[in-house]
């Protein structure tokens, strides 16, 4: 970057082009402003309905606009690019954009250890998820239109659409007509710590909260119960499991 530079026009096109980048993450970084302000002056469910009207209406201004400059066209609000991607391209890119959500948590993590310690990470982790997972399950509801009071069959389609759910391996089974049990069968953060030899990330405060959150984000009726999560000793088939009871 040419610290000489006083105004955009002085930039080359190296420069502007990273300039484009920071803009995106503004554009990001205010949308979530917007939400946890909303959200603070209005309770997080309200906040969830506003996002709804706001993310429809700015998602359509701004695709389009992006459309115009960048020369791709939109076919029922998806860029055309998108739908011209053929089925095994658009699944690597899911699961691209898995791995990158979970680097980009890991990432926060660390920099929040390393720079105020762990109790200060694993606290910050802890109350991000009580609004990452509600926040997730409302918006898998939505994507596949998934009604409220949906109980255990809707619990059970939401955790197949999570962010992870191309980058894990899960299982789910019926245990009777208003319970299910969930297991995380293969996790990449504690496959890739035991890989190094090193003893599982203790995450059972984070998943407890994690998994209560989007259960109830899902159906309020939800009870959730933790099996096992690390610290806890588990079997080699499952790095944790849940219960889901229909209450």
Request: with cysteine; proline share 4%; glycine share 6%.
């Amino acid at each position: 970057m040419d610290e000489k530079a006083g105004k955009l026009d002085d930039l080359d096109s190296k420069d502007l082009a990273r300039f484009v980048i920071d803009m995106c993450h503004r554009i990001v970084m205010h949308h979530a402003l917007w939400f946890k302000e909303v959200e603070h002056q209005m309770g997080f469910d309200r906040a969830l309905e506003i996002l709804d009207s706001a993310y429809r209406k700015s998602y359509g201004i701004q695709m389009n606009r992006l459309g115009k400059t960048l020369g791709f066209e939109m076919e029922d609000d998806v860029p055309r690019p998108l739908l011209d991607m053929d089925r095994d391209k658009l699944m690597g890119l899911i699961e691209t954009l898995g791995v990158n959500w979970l680097a980009n948590d890991g990432v926060w993590f660390q920099s929040v250890e390393f720079t105020s310690g762990m109790d200060d990470a694993k606290r910050c982790n802890d109350t991000c998820w009580t609004r990452f997972a509600p926040f997730e399950a409302w918006s898998i509801k939505r994507f596949l239109g998934i009604p409220e009071n949906s109980g255990l069959e809707g619990l059970k389609k939401a955790l197949n659409f999570r962010m992870y759910s191309r980058i894990n391996t899960q299982s789910i089974v019926d245990e009777s007509d208003n319970v299910i049990r969930f297991e995380m069968n293969d996790c990449r953060v504690q496959s890739s710590r035991k890989r190094k030899g090193l003893p599982d990330y203790p995450c059972k405060s984070a998943g407890t909260v994690e998994y209560t959150s989007f259960a109830r984000g899902v159906d309020k009726r939800i009870q959730t119960e933790c099996i096992g999560c690390p610290p806890d000793e588990h079997p080699d088939e499952w790095f944790c499991a849940w219960r889901f009871t229909l209450a």
